[in-house]
């Protein structure tokens, strides 16, 4: 059985990190007749999103209330409806950049101190504070992230902005073929 609207908006929520304070019910009506809800969702961002519901209990009211709301999110908002996915790939991305940036660097000389700074910056702790930093400062890709994020979806979310942002730059148009070659030769000895 699928989950019914009101958890699906509470997984939403938890997913950008947002208390489930972000969401408010409030009954509009009772007795007689059908109960008549509605629910605002206020995300960090500012958007808001609301949807009103009837049915014959309260809490099916509120999840036809929640129903209204998720529809008009996701034809509304749709970057509100998180694919953490699409995200771990993304970031998978963005750590690889981080090592190219790190055993590609003149400045760091040694195969040891290149390793002892890949361990910095690739920490989960370390990429929290980067996030931390750029969300104090207004990033407009993080204003969406509510306060309750975990260290380590902090740190992913950083590793998929850094795909996002530097992924094209230091990806060329002719990597993919180039980098099917080098599967290609790893695949050929493959036992």
Not at 34 to 58: I, L, M, Y
Not at 121 to 144: C, I, R
Not at 169 to 179: G, H
Request: charged fraction near 25%; hydrophobic fraction near 40%.
């Amino acid at each position: 059985m699928p989950e019914n609207a009101k958890n699906q908006l509470l997984q939403l929520l938890k997913n950008l990190g947002c208390v489930e304070d972000c969401a408010d019910f409030q009954l509009i009506s009772k007795s007689p007749g059908p109960h008549r809800s509605t629910v605002t969702v206020k995300f960090p961002d500012g958007r808001t999103v609301q949807g009103t519901g009837e049915a014959p209990r309260r809490t099916d009211a509120d999840i036809a209330a929640t129903q209204v709301a998720l529809n008009k999110l996701r034809d509304d908002y749709k970057d509100l409806v998180i694919d953490w996915g699409e995200i771990y790939v993304q970031a998978q991305a963005g750590d690889a950049l981080i090592k190219l940036g790190v055993y590609l660097s003149a400045e760091i000389k040694s195969v040891g101190d290149k390793s002892k700074r890949l361990q910095t910056l690739e920490s989960d702790l370390h990429l929290a504070k980067v996030f931390d930093q750029w969300k104090a400062q207004g990033d407009k890709d993080l204003a969406v992230w509510g306060t309750n994020l975990g260290e380590k979806r902090k740190a992913t979310l950083v590793e998929a902005l850094l795909w996002k942002r530097f992924g094209k730059q230091v990806i060329t148009t002719d990597a993919p073929v180039q980098l099917q070659s080098l599967l290609r030769t790893l695949l050929q000895n493959e036992g």
